[in-house]
């Protein structure tokens, strides 16, 4: 059985670090990219990036670019993404999703939220 | 970047009704074209891709179609668990993929 199983739900402060992660399993981890969307209170999908763990090629919408890292431990099929300083308007749920047909299977969601 | 328009933003219908959606591409992505489902506090669950075929365990009364620019997806007889935002995705071309702004499905 496919699964994507995030990290628990995050309050940093503005300024802060921040990494969440996408624990994987039941299936081939290296063969499907991991998407990441992200969700702000009350709004419609967006997508942040893709990744390919197979050679780590990261892809970012132009909107995330230099914003976040993604990034993966194949060791431990596991996905993240992170932030180097966060901000308020981070905050928002995140989700992983496998790139099979489509975004097939999603995880449940990590909601963050940033305030001083 | 493509541009998805959905609509109408919000159909209120009532249960054992038809419901068609509605998905415009700014720039043809072919049959790249998905539809996911969410209800509030869940994530989304993808239920069209190819534009037309359904993904494993959704029911049949769940259709798409279209193909390049104009795409729908089909509720054939609303079920009460149908109440959901509903968003179209292009995965035609990176960067980026997109979504549409979401059609919320109201009783």
């Known amino acids: 059985e496919v699964q994507l199983v995030q990290s628990g739900a995050e309050v940093r402060k503005p300024g802060e670090s921040l990494r969440i992660s996408c624990k994987t399993s039941g299936y081939s981890f290296t063969n499907y990219w991991i998407g990441w969307v992200r969700q702000m209170p009350g709004k419609g999908l967006e997508w942040m990036g893709i990744f390919y763990p197979a050679d780590s090629d990261a892809r970012y919408s132009s909107s995330f670019q230099g914003q976040v890292t993604m990034s993966a431990d194949n060791s431990i099929t596991t996905a993240y993404l992170q932030w180097a300083t966060l901000k308020a308007s981070d905050t928002a749920m995140y989700y992983c999703t496998r790139m099979g047909a489509a975004g097939d299977y999603w995880g449940q969601g990590t909601p963050v939220t940033v305030s001083s | 970047e493509i541009v998805m328009t959905q609509s109408p933003a919000t159909l209120s219908v009532s249960p054992g009704e038809r419901a068609t959606l509605s998905c415009r591409v700014s720039q043809s992505v072919s049959t790249n074209l998905a539809w996911y489902q969410q209800k509030p506090g869940q994530a989304p669950r993808l239920l069209i891709y190819?534009?037309?075929t359904r993904a494993p365990g959704i029911p049949t009364r769940f259709s798409g179609s279209g193909s390049g620019t104009e795409f729908t997806l089909t509720i054939s007889s609303l079920q009460s668990e149908d109440f959901a935002v509903y968003y179209c995705h292009q995965y035609n071309k990176w960067p980026p993929y997109t979504f549409g702004q979401g059609s919320k499905l109201e009783i």
């Open positions: 190819g534009a037309s």
